[in-house]
């Protein structure tokens, strides 16, 4: 299982790496329409909702993403998905305490899949522009850093459950082990000349070294926020994964459900930070 994953990690990574590295970016947003599109069809599938009404999901978010950029600039776009991503939070934290609440709420249920990956898609466009593929994959490695250190400190050192009636393979240890590598990452990175288009760097040039470790150490504990949030759906549905489309690692949301929160925050952040 763990070659299989780590093969089907490394083909993801070529075909991101190609797409941003082609002269246009048209090739990148088409790609990262698809991923959403897909993770909007698995998610209404956990939902216990028809093919069709994912499809309809799909084609608004993909709509919303590509004409966001036509009519509103990256700065606004950013402040629009950053204050949508406030309203995955007010569903997302009680839910994982208190889930009951929030299930018996279909139509707010059925909204926040089309809210929340318009505002991620939104957001990966906008970032994009203003920090170029360097500066979006240096904020893409603080999501993917705290998922592979969680899960190796969770094996080697984990004891106690992070959510034991959510996801009961999830640690406190392996949480805590996915916060300290962000925080190593981000004190290597954020005193490093790395350009200022890098993510961490423009925090550290606008806040100082110890505001930018806080903050990226939030972005990582905001990951395992929706890594949770999506198992939670998965648990009530049933699922072992969202779909079985990537070898190893199930569906397309089991591997963006973290970044989806994250994205649209640290593009407000950034929007903060003057950039």
């Given at each position: 299982?763990?070659?299989?994953?780590?093969?089907?990690?490394?083909?993801?990574?070529?075909?991101?790496?190609?797409?941003?590295?082609?002269?246009?970016?048209?090739?990148?947003?088409?790609?990262?329409?698809?991923?959403?599109?897909?993770?909007?069809?698995?998610?209404?599938?956990?939902?216990?909702?028809?093919?069709?009404?994912?499809?309809?999901?799909?084609?608004?978010?993909?709509?919303?993403?590509?004409?966001?950029?036509?009519?509103?600039?990256?700065?606004?776009?950013?402040?629009?998905?950053?204050?949508?991503?406030?309203?995955?939070?007010?569903?997302?934290?009680?839910?994982?305490?208190?889930?009951?609440?929030?299930?018996?709420?279909?139509?707010?249920?059925?909204?926040?899949?089309?809210?929340?990956?318009?505002?991620?898609?939104?957001?990966?466009?906008?970032?994009l522009e203003k920090l170029g593929a360097w500066?979006?994959?240096?904020?893409?490695?603080?999501?993917?850093?705290?998922?592979?250190?969680?899960?190796?400190?969770?094996?080697?050192?984990?004891?106690?459950?992070?959510?034991?009636?959510?996801?009961?393979?999830?640690?406190?240890?392996?949480?805590?082990?996915?916060?300290?590598?962000?925080?190593?990452?981000?004190?290597?990175?954020?005193?490093?000349?790395?350009?200022?288009?890098?993510?961490?760097?423009?925090?550290?040039?606008?806040?100082?070294?110890?505001?930018?470790?806080?903050?990226?150490?939030?972005?990582?504990?905001?990951?395992?926020?929706?890594?949770?949030?999506?198992?939670?759906?998965?648990?009530?549905?049933?699922?072992?994964?969202?779909?079985?489309?990537?070898?190893?690692?199930?569906?397309?949301?089991?591997?963006?459900?973290?970044?989806?929160?994250?994205?649209?925050?640290?593009?407000?952040?950034?929007?903060?930070?003057?950039?």
């Amino acid at each position: 299982m763990l070659r299989q994953r780590i093969a089907t990690a490394l083909v993801l990574l070529a075909v991101l790496g190609l797409s941003l590295a082609a002269a246009d970016p048209v090739w990148f947003q088409l790609l990262v329409a698809l991923f959403v599109s897909i993770a909007a069809w698995e998610w209404y599938r956990l939902l216990g909702q028809s093919l069709g009404a994912g499809i309809t999901a799909a084609i608004v978010i993909s709509a919303i993403g590509f004409a966001a950029p036509l009519v509103l600039s990256p700065a606004t776009q950013l402040w629009i998905s950053g204050v949508a991503c406030l309203a995955w939070a007010i569903v997302a934290l009680p839910a994982l305490h208190t889930p009951d609440w929030v299930m018996r709420v279909r139509g707010l249920q059925l909204l926040l899949p089309v809210v929340m990956l318009s505002a991620c898609l939104t957001a990966v466009f906008a970032l994009l522009e203003k920090l170029g593929a360097w500066g979006l994959l240096s904020l893409l490695a603080i999501v993917w850093l705290a998922d592979v250190a969680a899960y190796f400190a969770g094996r080697a050192f984990g004891r106690r459950k992070l959510a034991a009636t959510i996801s009961p393979n999830k640690t406190v240890e392996g949480a805590l082990g996915g916060l300290l590598a962000v925080g190593v990452y981000g004190l290597i990175t954020a005193k490093t000349d790395l350009g200022p288009v890098f993510y961490q760097t423009t925090l550290s040039n606008a806040w100082g070294t110890g505001v930018t470790l806080a903050l990226l150490v939030a972005l990582a504990a905001l990951s395992i926020t929706g890594d949770l949030f999506e198992s939670l759906l998965k648990r009530r549905a049933g699922f072992k994964d969202s779909s079985q489309l990537l070898p190893g690692h199930g569906g397309v949301f089991d591997r963006i459900d973290a970044l989806v929160p994250v994205l649209p925050v640290a593009g407000l952040i950034l929007t903060l930070a003057g950039r």
